[in-house]
């Protein structure tokens, strides 16, 4: 079995079509993350070359020296007078004074542009704590009063429910490193790699079985001492694997690109702490995240794979393979996307795409009732499809073309 894996996996890597196909979208995944033609911009050198040692040195300082220092920044540096400290959502608006100079000397970093950035830097970290607070506070607050309304009408769901959610969103969040918005802008939100991902995997597992029907191979394998049998099984493990290592190597690629560009400041903060995963209930930092992402796009790959595995051992030719399965991710993208402002669990439960978007599962808690039980919807979705991915193969071999061998 072992050798007809790697036969299988060799016989898809000498294709160079497959083999420029990945290439090239390497290539341009590499480019559009890294984007050589903007080069760093005077806010990118700042923040890495001097301003990240003074927000390490500003986040020891408790709240009252921090405040302190943003107003002594905002003193010494610029005019501010349409900006009302007192009013928290009133962000401030502020003007250079008269004949400015940008590279003069600062007080906490080498110039007063340096000292500016920081000070906005520092402004709007601590916005983003001091909400991110808040707003999990009022969800705490409200299961509360759920609840007590649920024990007054027994409802045992709902009891379970709300006190699962006040125990999640009670958790501290340390002020300390906390993260630039790069991770938020250049990262989470950079999806193109997943789309490329959906592409390289349907393009090579599509044919994988068509391509045999196609040259009369299936009747050579038929008559051989493992038959077909063992050459289906060969070909979904084949696929995963290659699957697996092909979203892996995607994933990581805008890892690197990103922590290039971009640095690593931030990575210990608490994934709560980017704005898109505000009302987050994992209490993990930003790294552990970003790993659980990776893991859910090489499952996502994986399970992908055996689909158009299927496909292309039912339809037993390319073109119907490949027409098959482009309908089948139209078919998915576009429910993705009309049914993403207010998914339900059934729409989210068949559709393979929502592997490559993990804040999807986990941006908020989400739970389904099973026999008056909180269950996380991610959990289900986990089950459901691990349990999709045998039965295919299952069928598959069942429905496997038998060809007794001839008497020699």
């Not at 760093?40 to 302190?68: G, H």
């Not at 796009?297 to 055996?306: C, Q």
Request: net charge neutral; hydrophobic share 50%.
């Amino acid at each position: 079995m072992i050798k007809l894996i790697y036969y299988e996996m060799t016989k898809v890597l000498s294709n160079k079509f497959y083999i420029g196909l990945i290439v090239a979208l390497l290539l341009i995944t590499a480019v559009d993350v890294v984007r050589p033609w903007e080069g760093l911009t005077i806010r990118d050198q700042i923040q890495r070359n001097e301003i990240v040692d003074a927000l390490y040195r500003a986040n020891t300082l408790d709240d009252d020296d921090l405040n302190n220092l943003i107003y002594e920044l905002k003193t010494l540096h610029w005019h501010h007078p349409q900006y009302d400290p007192t009013a928290p959502n009133d962000l401030p608006v502020l003007e250079p004074p008269p004949q400015y100079d940008y590279n003069a000397p600062g007080i906490f970093s080498k110039t007063i542009m340096g000292d500016s950035f920081l000070m906005y830097k520092l402004d709007s970290l601590i916005r983003q704590h001091n909400e991110t607070l808040e707003v999990r506070a009022n969800i705490v607050n409200t299961a509360k009063r759920f609840g007590a309304l649920a024990v007054q009408n027994n409802d045992n769901f709902n009891i379970r429910m709300n006190a699962t959610i006040i125990q999640l969103y009670s958790n501290n969040i340390d002020r300390n490193l906390l993260p630039t918005e790069n991770f938020d802008t250049h990262y989470f939100s950079y999806q193109t790699h997943s789309v490329f991902i959906v592409i390289v995997v349907s393009v090579l597992f599509s044919t994988i079985f068509s391509n045999e029907y196609a040259i009369k191979l299936v009747t050579i394998q038929n008559t051989t001492k493992r038959g077909f049998n063992h050459t289906v099984l060969a070909k979904f493990i084949a696929g995963a694997l290659m699957a697996f290592f092909i979203a892996l190597l995607f994933s990581l690629l805008v890892l690197f690109a990103v922590t290039a560009r971009y640095g690593l400041w931030g990575w210990l903060a608490n994934v709560s702490l980017i704005k898109s995963m505000m009302i987050s209930h994992l209490d993990i930092n930003i790294l552990s995240y970003m790993i659980l992402d990776i893991i859910f796009k090489t499952l996502g790959a994986v399970f992908l794979a055996i689909i158009c595995v299927t496909i292309s051992f039912f339809t037993k030719n390319n073109l119907r393979s490949y027409a098959l399965s482009t309908l089948i991710l139209l078919i998915f993208y576009a429910s993705s996307i009309f049914l993403n402002t207010n998914p339900t669990l059934l729409s989210s439960l068949f559709n393979v795409i929502y592997w490559f978007d993990s804040q999807f599962w986990f941006y908020r808690y989400q739970a389904v009732n099973i026999l008056s039980f909180p269950v996380e919807w991610v959990a289900v979705y986990i089950t459901f499809w691990i349990l999709v991915s045998f039965i295919l193969v299952a069928i598959c071999v069942y429905f496997k073309e038998r060809v007794k061998p001839k008497a020699m």
